[in-house]
């Protein structure tokens, strides 16, 4: 299967910044799903919820990659060229346990 995605070159292994969304646990927010910026480690929280943190991330650095990162999917998302593709050979490990708000 050929991926159209000029950006895999920039997939990185990051450190989370955070045990969830960084922006929900500093303001009290909530969160479905949580993403991981394979650029930076940034955590931030999915489309479906309230804030959708990493889009925000996305458009405030343009760091192109995303991995569903709670629970682990093993699946990433380029933002740019708006195309799935398999992470399982390289997810992230988690820094413990991830509180839920759902």
């Known amino acids: 299967m050929t991926i159209d995605c000029?950006?895999?070159d920039t997939v990185k292994?990051?450190?989370?910044?955070a045990r969830g969304c960084e922006e929900c646990l500093?303001?009290?927010?909530?969160?479905?799903?949580?993403?991981?910026?394979?650029?930076?480690g940034h955590v931030g929280c999915c489309d479906d919820?309230?804030?959708?943190?990493?889009a925000k991330h996305f458009q405030h650095t343009?760091?192109?990659?995303?991995?569903?990162y709670?629970?682990?999917?093993?699946?990433?998302w380029c933002y740019i060229d708006e195309v799935m593709f398999?992470?399982?050979?390289?997810?992230?490990?988690?820094l413990g346990p991830i509180p839920r708000f759902y």
């Open 70 to 76: 709670d629970p682990p999917e093993g699946w990433g």
């Open 6 to 8: 000029m950006h895999l």
């Open 13 to 17: 292994d990051v450190t989370p910044s």
């Open 62 to 68: 343009r760091h192109p990659i995303i991995e569903g």
């Open 86 to 94: 398999d992470l399982s050979d390289r997810m992230t490990p988690q």
């Open 26 to 40: 500093k303001s009290g927010g909530e969160w479905v799903h949580l993403r991981i910026c394979r650029t930076c």
């Open 49 to 54: 919820s309230p804030s959708r943190h990493a």
